[in-house]
């Protein structure tokens, strides 16, 4: 943790900033987790004042009925600034550079300058442009830090280009591409689970496991968010980064070491090794479809934007060949979940009954694993019985914190390993590239589904393909039933 550095928040009025970030940095002012000189500035071409700032974090402490600790706030208050720029404009970059160059406590020859863009993408360019020209991208003295925001591009190409633009102004060692699913502490308990746990080391491989299923599923729809959401959709919003990371810490080799390089590039070897989905396959390897009223929603009767997405990926490797992996996500969905679940194979023909394991993501995060068990009784009829880890009965003395706090912790210290590097994201890209080309002006395999149900109920069918209908409907059936 360095003893001086400056924050840059770009877009403070935005719902990302005031949801996530303000509130972040009051539970890390409120934990003592901040350098001990740390200032926040924060651009605006609003006539944003820092009193707005600090009311918009009560105003999200107060939805969470949590209890505030004035004093923190009161501290907060004290390193936040706001800067009135455009940030559109080149030669408004003067104004920050002189509110970074203050002189004063954090204001040190060694102070570390993160910038964090919680903008639209269109803006990136201009942003980094602005700091490039203005000589706060190259200060090496001040260690500069580009923190990012997905979407990374919108498909294969887009991402290359962008990420060769951002690359000639900040190198790749200095960028965070932020990916929060990656900060949870349920995501970061994946690697400790399978590589602390050695019972698990001989059963994790197509020798034990018969199938892979992810789901991240919400209940919420677009929510006011209609401009983003027709350019992007379910497979770019949720499958190409948050669903395909948690696909590759599930199933990549043990990295050498624990280090950021060694889990990077254990990520990244099993990225490559997924089978992308080709132009001829989508049809058989993917689902679409779509809530029924979306198109009322966005006052756009023409939208071909699919709000649920399910592929079917094959990882070409010798430990997972041959084992179906299905990932799905959607919005307007029964029941708001992240989990991921490994079937496991049973060992004779016949036997109906498979072992579960279950990693919870989100909420109720924990892990859960099925098993078979007699019934107390005089006859031998059994039952699915569960054996299962929550956090917040084994950790209920710890407060769990939220994923952008450990983002920008990460980020303050230069820890990039819950981060995603350039060859992720394009190699996530190619995954799907061609599910982007095939779904693009063409409707045809949109289905409607059911606000609040599990999605198309072409689902069932499309994963008989797989032999994994039976798991989508034993899912359902245990979420029903609680
Ligand atoms: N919201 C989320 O939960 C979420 C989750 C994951 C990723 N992201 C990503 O995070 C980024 C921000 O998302 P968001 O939802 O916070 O967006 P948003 O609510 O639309 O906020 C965008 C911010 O950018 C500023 N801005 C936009 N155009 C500008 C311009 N020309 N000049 C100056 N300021 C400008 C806005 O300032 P004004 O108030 O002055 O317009 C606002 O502060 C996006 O890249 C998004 O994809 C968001």
């Not at 030669?91 to 970074?100: C, E, F, G, T």
């Not at 300058?113 to 706060?136: Q, R």
């Not at 992007?232 to 990295?255: C, S, W, Y």
């Not at 624990?258 to 049809?283: G, M, N, W, Y």
Request: aromatic share 8%.
């Amino acid at each position: 943790m360095p003893d001086n550095a400056v924050f840059v928040i770009f877009g403070v009025t935005g719902d990302l900033a005031k949801r996530k970030l303000l509130p972040a940095l009051y539970w890390l002012m409120d934990s003592s987790s901040l350098p001990k000189n740390f200032r926040i500035l924060c651009t605006s071409r609003r006539d944003t004042s820092v009193d707005d700032v600090i009311k918009s974090i009560v105003h999200v402490l107060e939805l969470q009925s949590i209890s505030i600790n004035y004093h923190s706030l009161e501290k907060l208050k004290e390193i936040v600034q706001i800067v009135h720029m455009d940030i559109g404009k080149a030669s408004d970059y003067a104004i920050l550079k002189s509110s970074l160059e203050q002189k004063d406590s954090v204001g040190s020859k060694d102070t570390c300058y993160l910038y964090y863009l919680a903008v639209p993408p269109e803006m990136f360019s201009a942003i980094v442009g602005g700091l490039e020209s203005n000589g706060l991208a190259s200060d090496n003295s001040h260690n500069p830090r580009l923190l990012i925001e997905k979407p990374f591009g919108y498909n294969y190409d887009s991402a290359l280009e962008l990420i060769g633009q951002i690359e000639k102004v900040f190198p790749e060692e200095s960028i965070y591409r932020v990916d929060h699913y990656l900060a949870k502490e349920t995501t970061q308990n994946i690697i400790t689970f399978r590589f602390c746990n050695p019972i698990f080391s001989n059963i994790w491989n197509n020798r034990s496991v018969d199938s892979i299923l992810i789901t991240a599923a919400e209940t919420i729809g677009v929510e006011g968010r209609a401009n983003f959401y027709e350019k992007t959709g379910a497979l770019r919003d949720f499958i190409q980064n948050h669903v395909i990371q948690l696909l590759a810490l599930v199933t990549m080799e043990k990295p050498a070491t624990t280090s950021s390089k060694d889990i990077h590039d254990a990520k990244l070897k099993l990225l490559q090794e997924i089978d992308p989905i080709r132009l001829e396959d989508v049809d058989e390897q993917t689902l679409r479809g779509q809530y029924e009223g979306y198109t009322e929603e966005i006052s756009n009767p023409g939208s071909g934007t699919e709000t649920y997405a399910a592929l079917k990926l094959n990882i070409n490797n010798d430990r997972w060949k041959n084992v179906p992996v299905l990932l799905r996500t959607g919005k307007s969905m029964a029941q708001k979940l992240t989990e991921i679940t490994l079937v496991f194979k049973s060992d004779e023909p016949g036997n109906t009954h498979r072992n579960m394991l279950t990693i919870r993501i989100q909420p109720d995060e924990g892990i859960i694993l099925n098993l078979l068990a007699k019934k107390p009784s005089l006859t031998d009829e059994t039952q699915t019985v569960l054996m299962d880890f929550y956090y917040n009965q084994s950790f209920k003395n710890h407060r769990q914190p939220d994923a952008y706090e450990r983002v920008l912790v990460d980020a303050i210290r230069g820890d990039k390993t819950l981060f995603t590097t350039d060859q992720e994201v394009l190699a996530s890209w190619k995954i799907i590239d061609d599910i982007l080309t095939s779904w693009k002006d063409n409707k045809d395999s949109l289905q409607l589904y059911r606000q609040g149900s599990w999605g198309p109920e072409g689902e069932d069918q499309w994963a008989q393909n797989f032999g994994t209908d039976w798991l989508i409907a034993a899912k359902q059936e245990e979420q029903i039933d609680g």
